[in-house]
């Protein structure tokens, strides 16, 4: 009997066929429930299912975003702690001289400044801010009772000058001529040189010789104006080694670049004091002027900042002046207290440096107060350690023993300009023979315009033009008349 290849009966091939199936299902149920570290490839590495491949990439892509983050989070800490670290040091240690030196600075700076002092009470502890005020207030007391006398200077000085220009008298032009002739210079080229006695010859003739028309009427109408802001400036100097920007000899007028590595700014030098005088703003009490518009009203050729102004901490339009001040014999303001100090032109047309909480002088004409005095007397009195060491924008008037006026303007707040301290604007000022000198309000304030235009950079990059001021400076075209 032949056996069958297949099932004998359709149930037999029915039975096959199911069961067939039934081990298909239990091959993928055995499949879902056999742990995945059992499966292997036929190279014996592991396989993972679909899903939990997914989320391993999913954690792969995630964990350097996480990594990231921590790492940012990591310096931000590290920046707080170390700047919570530099504030302790340098608001409550002593142990570091300039660390101690640089807080006094903008404590002081912070507390004579209209809309700062609020930040400095906020940041520094109330008995560190009060021990730099009370600093401030000795150094102030130390200037009190030093005031100009002029009782060095000889009355020979005094007849070299004209009272009235400021230059030679006509004896000693005509010896001074003669004298030329013998060197070969015209008498006009030397009394030129004696009047801007500050100039290095050679340097002045080789520009005269390259550009001719500056002396086309003459050398003592000598004019050249390199002042602006947009301009280089001459190849003059002086014998101090500064750049010469500007030249005005037939008004005594001289511009001069001063600057170092923290600073930059302007000096001018005003060979007739007859023609200074503090100028008011059109409206005082209502609303201030730019330092350009006083000098427009009251026919000036160069004007500098005056007084300071007390509008409160939001309006800043120069109504109300700070301290007093007197204009062609007008007094008007408040005199400050005891320890500040002011500068009077008098009617002999020298400045004096006097006391601000006493009388003005008899012959006083005009005046404004701030501090600290810079000079007085020929004597450096600005102090080293205690008032106005910060670095900032400054402006200071002065005078030579031979009667020239000076201005001196600093710029600050600026990237190529920081500013200076009071010490530094006397150090310049005694390089220039100055015998009187003070600091007047400077910071935002400090302007000087020249001839029709600004010569140095508001600390305020928003008004080119400075502030509106209560008064000015003013170095006028002609000479001022006596107001008696």
Same mark, same amino acid.
Request: aromatic content about 8%; charged content about 25%; glycine content about 10%.
């Given at each position: 009997?032949?056996?069958?290849?297949?099932?004998?009966?359709?149930?037999? *091939?029915?039975?096959?066929?199911?069961?067939?199936? =039934?081990? =298909?299902?239990?091959?993928?149920?055995?499949?879902?429930?056999?742990?995945?570290?059992?499966?292997?490839? +036929? $190279?014996?590495?592991?396989? #993972?299912?679909?899903?939990?491949?997914? %989320?391993? =990439?999913?954690?792969?892509?995630?964990?350097? @975003?996480?990594?990231? *983050?921590?790492?940012?989070?990591?310096?931000?800490?590290?920046?707080?702690?170390?700047?919570?670290?530099?504030?302790?040091?340098?608001?409550?240690?002593?142990?570091?001289?300039?660390?101690?030196?640089?807080?006094?600075?903008?404590?002081?700076?912070?507390? &004579?400044?209209?809309?700062? +002092?609020?930040?400095? %009470?906020?940041?520094?502890?109330?008995?560190?801010?009060?021990?730099?005020?009370?600093?401030?207030?000795?150094? @102030?007391?130390?200037?009190?009772?030093?005031?100009?006398?002029?009782?060095?200077?000889? +009355?020979?000085?005094?007849?070299?000058?004209?009272?009235?220009?400021?230059? =030679?008298?006509?004896?000693?032009?005509?010896?001074?001529?003669?004298?030329?002739?013998?060197?070969?210079?015209?008498?006009?080229?030397?009394?030129?040189?004696? &009047?801007?006695?500050?100039?290095?010859?050679?340097?002045?003739?080789?520009?005269?010789?390259?550009?001719?028309?500056?002396?086309?009427?003459?050398?003592?109408?000598?004019?050249?104006?390199?002042?602006?802001?947009?301009?280089?400036?001459?190849?003059?100097?002086?014998?101090?080694?500064?750049?010469?920007?500007?030249?005005?000899?037939?008004?005594?007028?001289?511009?001069?670049?001063?600057?170092?590595?923290?600073? *930059?700014?302007?000096?001018?030098?005003?060979?007739?004091?007859?023609?200074?005088?503090?100028? /008011?703003?059109?409206?005082?009490?209502?609303?201030?002027?730019?330092?350009?518009?006083?000098?427009?009203?009251?026919?000036?050729?160069?004007?500098?900042?005056?007084?300071?102004?007390?509008?409160?901490?939001?309006?800043?339009?120069?109504?109300?002046?700070?301290?007093?001040?007197?204009?062609?014999? #007008?007094?008007?303001?408040?005199?400050? /207290?005891?320890?500040? %100090?002011?500068?009077?032109?008098? #009617?002999?047309?020298?400045?004096?440096?006097?006391?601000?909480?006493?009388?003005?002088?008899?012959?006083?004409?005009?005046?404004?107060?701030?501090?600290?005095?810079?000079?007085?007397?020929?004597?450096?009195?600005?102090? +080293?350690?205690?008032?106005?060491?910060?670095?900032? /924008?400054?402006?200071?008037?002065?005078?030579?023993?031979?009667?020239?006026?000076?201005?001196?303007?600093?710029?600050?707040?600026?990237?190529?300009?920081?500013?200076?301290?009071?010490?530094?604007?006397?150090?310049?000022?005694?390089?220039? $023979?100055?015998?009187?000198?003070?600091?007047?309000?400077?910071?935002?304030?400090?302007?000087?315009?020249?001839?029709?235009?600004?010569?140095? *950079?508001?600390?305020?990059?928003?008004?080119?033009?400075?502030?509106?001021?209560?008064?000015?400076?003013?170095?006028?075209?002609?000479?001022?008349?006596?107001?008696?």
């Amino acid at each position: 009997m032949k056996k069958k290849l297949f099932g004998g009966s359709s149930k037999g *091939r029915f039975a096959a066929n199911m069961a067939d199936i =039934s081990l =298909s299902d239990e091959e993928e149920q055995e499949e879902q429930a056999v742990p995945i570290h059992l499966f292997s490839s +036929q $190279n014996g590495k592991h396989l #993972r299912p679909k899903s939990e491949k997914r %989320k391993q =990439s999913e954690k792969t892509e995630n964990s350097p @975003k996480r990594t990231t *983050r921590l790492k940012i989070a990591a310096v931000i800490l590290a920046v707080v702690l170390i700047l919570e670290a530099a504030y302790c040091v340098v608001i409550f240690t002593d142990l570091i001289p300039p660390l101690s030196k640089l807080r006094g600075a903008y404590i002081e700076t912070a507390m &004579t400044t209209m809309r700062h +002092q609020w930040l400095a %009470k906020g940041l520094i502890p109330g008995d560190i801010v009060q021990e730099v005020i009370r600093r401030m207030e000795e150094a @102030k007391a130390e200037q009190v009772g030093v005031n100009s006398g002029w009782e060095d200077v000889t +009355q020979s000085t005094e007849e070299l000058r004209s009272p009235s220009s400021g230059f =030679s008298k006509e004896a000693a032009a005509s010896i001074l001529g003669r004298l030329a002739q013998d060197l070969g210079m015209s008498s006009g080229e030397n009394a030129f040189f004696e &009047t801007f006695y500050e100039l290095d010859e050679e340097s002045t003739r080789a520009y005269a010789e390259a550009h001719p028309e500056v002396i086309k009427d003459g050398w003592n109408h000598f004019l050249v104006n390199e002042a602006g802001l947009e301009d280089r400036g001459t190849e003059i100097y002086t014998k101090q080694g500064d750049q010469v920007l500007a030249i005005d000899a037939a008004n005594g007028l001289m511009v001069i670049r001063i600057s170092a590595s923290s600073y *930059r700014g302007v000096l001018v030098l005003g060979k007739d004091p007859s023609r200074l005088k503090c100028a /008011p703003a059109a409206q005082p009490g209502v609303i201030g002027q730019k330092v350009g518009e006083i000098a427009q009203a009251n026919q000036g050729l160069v004007a500098m900042s005056g007084s300071g102004f007390d509008d409160g901490p939001n309006v800043a339009e120069g109504a109300l002046i700070s301290g007093g001040a007197m204009s062609g014999g #007008r007094p008007y303001g408040t005199h400050y /207290p005891r320890g500040y %100090k002011r500068v009077e032109l008098h #009617r002999d047309n020298r400045l004096y440096i006097m006391d601000a909480h006493e009388q003005f002088g008899e012959n006083c004409t005009d005046a404004t107060e701030w501090t600290p005095a810079l000079i007085v007397d020929g004597v450096d009195v600005s102090g +080293q350690d205690n008032l106005y060491t910060a670095l900032n /924008p400054r402006t200071c008037i002065g005078q030579t023993k031979d009667e020239t006026i000076m201005f001196l303007g600093i710029e600050g707040r600026k990237v190529d300009s920081i500013g200076c301290n009071a010490q530094e604007c006397a150090k310049i000022l005694a390089r220039y $023979n100055g015998y009187q000198a003070m600091n007047v309000d400077g910071g935002t304030s400090s302007m000087i315009w020249y001839e029709g235009e600004y010569i140095m *950079r508001c600390a305020n990059s928003d008004l080119p033009e400075g502030r509106r001021l209560p008064n000015a400076w003013v170095y006028c075209a002609d000479p001022v008349e006596d107001p008696a």
